[in-house]
């Protein structure tokens, strides 16, 4: 069965601190790796797309990288806007997207 | 409009009732989709379209559950009578045209719980 698992669940930063978020799969087939941010009572929020191993994608203090079993978005020097809940989503055949739980970040002034 | 819209934004249904919840999509947008997420959980696939035509409904829980987007547009969710378990955040997304790969846009949700 495709699972996508995401960690930790909870993540608390100081502003500047940076770190990373995992996701791993066990996914056949893997087509697409996709990363969302989610804000309190919104819908996700599209940041990147990833096709194969070894591809990194950036944009501001987001970095996304992907492994044959894995991928980790890393933040640097995170803001207090940066909290949000991120998304890992897998696509396997057609268009479905098989999501994670989701990390939830909290950033402190 | 500038984004995928839903509507009502919230319903609170009695057990056993029906409810249709709509969705609109960005204007040009070939597919559509349907997920439903719970608390603390991200979106669970339910069913998507091609333009009119359902291309997989395999998410779909029971036959309870229905969908259509009969012009190629707008589309309507349909649950028949309701079950408690039911009650869930139910979100649409569009993507631009029907290849893998493309960008998904999440509207707002529908908040939908029965009693």
């Known amino acids: 069965e495709d699972q996508v698992t995401q960690s930790p669940e909870a993540l608390r930063l100081q502003e500047g601190e940076s770190s990373s978020l995992n996701c791993s799969y066990t996914?056949?087939?893997?087509?697409?790796l996709f990363w969302y941010r989610q804000d309190p009572g919104k819908g996700p929020e599209f940041l990147f797309t990833?096709?194969?191993a070894g591809e990194e994608k950036e944009k501001e203090r987001l970095k996304a990288t992907l492994t044959k079993k894995e991928s980790f978005l890393h933040i640097t020097a995170p803001k207090p806007e940066d909290s949000a809940t991120y998304l890992c989503a897998v696509q396997k055949y057609g268009n479905k997207l098989v999501f994670g739980a989701g990390t939830i970040l909290r950033v402190k002034s | 409009g500038a984004g995928v819209s839903q509507s009502p934004r919230y319903k609170v249904t009695k057990r056993g009732q029906d409810v249709a919840l709509r969705c609109d999509p960005i204007s040009g947008h070939v597919s559509l989709y349907w997920y439903r997420q719970a608390l603390g959980q991200g979106p669970e696939f339910l069913t998507y379209?091609?333009?009119?035509?359902?291309?997989?409904k395999s998410g779909l829980p029971n036959d309870r559950f229905s969908a259509e987007r009969p012009e190629g547009s707008i589309s309507t969710l349909t649950i028949q009578r309701t079950e408690q378990r039911d009650s869930a955040m139910y979100r649409c997304a569009s993507s631009r045209d029907r290849a893998a790969y493309n960008e998904q846009f999440f509207g707002p949700g529908t908040r939908l719980t029965v009693l």
């Open positions: 996914v056949s087939g893997l087509r697409g």
């Open positions: 990833l096709y194969s």
């Open positions: 379209f091609n333009y009119e035509a359902q291309q997989d």
